[in-house]
């Protein structure tokens, strides 16, 4: 068998094979996470509209989910090994339209409108 032909044999397992895979993660369950943000999003809006002076226009919740493992082997010895599971949020309210809101520099003035890099954990079990 030519290099060739083992990698197109091999695209085509692939392929097939994440074609048989891809329908089983569609059709699962909503993620508690998901259905939370939902519920959060809801909650929020509902509340700022009513009480707030201005009122959002947009709420956003953005969660950046990392997982990190590390192993160290030395001689085929198995020295360490540790993982690492962080989840962040970053939430996303603004005021006034589309035109012009709280995310938009206005003329020279760079410091009206600063944005927080801050990103809370939050902890929620699957």
Known sequence: MTSQSFFASLTATLILGLLGVLPAFAQGEKSILLTTLEEEVERAFSV??????????????????????EIVASVGALRESRQEFDRKLDADVRVGDYQLDNTRKLRG??????????????????
């Open 109 to 126: 003035n760079r410091r009206a409108f600063s944005q927080f890099d801050y990103t809370p954990p939050i902890i929620i079990a699957n």
């Open 48 to 69: 700022l509209t009513e009480k707030g002076d201005p009122f959002p226009y947009f709420i956003g919740y953005d969660v950046t989910e990392t997982r990190e493992t």
